[in-house]
């Protein structure tokens, strides 16, 4: 019986297919591993979140600029370049703000406001606190998506301080001399800035005064939206609201569904919450983790990971290291 002279050509060529496909699997499940155990590792990132994050920090600057700053001869001297040169820029606390800021808005893009009759019940919440607070979520919200100029006011009062001395003394090494108008200005901006107003304080005070039902209910994503179940997830384990928004639109679904379980969501829960942020990013290997992991994963487990994670953060925030 002849044997085709391509035969063995056409054999080698499908398992070197297979071959690159396996090798390639493996690659991405290694990529999907790794963002589990090392969250805090520094992927290249993209042109789009280079952008992003550009755009984002030159907004609050130009915004800073904006409330100290006086006009000169019909226009605003800008500061940027000597903060950009200074390196002040790229200081880790700065850097890390931005980033949880580009996040929490693709996080918004994808879960949308949360459901309206949940935010109706808060207004009309029989505790005082709670109706206050949820009255300044949605206007600290409203401020943040549709009002121009106001970048500034999701700062928190560490970097609003810091910024806008950071600018002043740009300003003076710019004019070469004392500005005393501009140090009044910083000083009056900074007296009447009030961290309560912004949308993380405001979620963290009715997670705070809600009972343990109600914020249990806040950790489903799709009703609560992004603020109060964020500051559900802050609450329950122990860490920062911008570690945990950063932490949910990481590259990997893997350190998200380490929270939920540390929190004591459902796999079935947990499923729909991850499939609502990741869409149709979310991998056949993610999923085929999620699967086989999620019900073997121990909540102490969790913790003791999550646990890890905020020291690391606390020391790369404090040292630039992570």
């Known amino acids: 019986m002849g044997i085709p002279l391509d035969h063995g050509v056409d054999h080698n060529d499908q398992l070197l297919k297979v071959a690159a496909d396996h090798a390639r699997d493996i690659n991405a499940l290694c990529a999907d591993v790794a963002t589990v155990i090392f969250p805090m590792a520094l992927a290249p990132p993209s042109e789009a979140m280079v952008a992003a994050v550009s755009t984002r920090l030159r907004q609050i600057i130009l915004d800073i600029e904006a409330a100290i700053l006086p006009i000169d001869a019909g226009e605003r001297l800008s500061t940027w370049p000597i903060l950009a040169r200074s390196g002040f820029l790229r200081e880790p606390d700065l850097i890390d703000f931005i980033l949880a800021r580009v996040a929490e808005d693709s996080l918004e893009v994808a879960v949308k406001n949360g459901d309206a009759s949940l935010f109706t019940r808060l207004l009309d919440h029989p505790n005082d606190n709670i109706a206050d607070a949820a009255q300044t979520l949605l206007a600290a919200e409203s401020l943040h998506r549709h009002a121009s100029g106001n970048s500034h006011y999701t700062l928190s009062a560490e970097l609003f ?28 901006a900074i007296a009447q800035y009030s961290e309560a107003n912004r949308a993380q304080s405001a979620a963290a005070k009715i997670v705070h005064f809600c009972n343990e039902a109600e914020r249990s209910g806040f950790l489903t994503l799709a009703t609560a939206g992004v603020h109060l179940h964020v500051a559900a997830l802050s609450a329950l384990l122990g860490l920062d609201q911008d570690h945990v928004v950063r932490l949910m639109a990481a590259g990997s679904s893997g350190p ?6 540390a929190a004591g969501v459902s796999k079935i829960d947990s499923t729909e919450t991850i499939y609502l942020v990741r869409g149709g990013s979310l991998t056949a290997r993610e999923a085929g983790i999620f699967d086989a992991g ?18 690391a953060r606390t020391n790369y925030l404090a040292f630039g290291q992570p």
């Open 256 to 261: 998200y569904a380490v929270m939920l379980a």
């Open 294 to 311: 999620y019900a073997m994963l121990e909540r102490h487990d969790a913790e003791a990971e999550i646990a890890k994670w905020a020291a």
């Open 161 to 188: 301080h810091k910024l806008c001395w950071r600018v002043a003394a740009a300003h003076e090494i710019s004019k070469g001399a004392r500005q005393p108008d501009v140090i009044a200005a910083v000083r009056a």
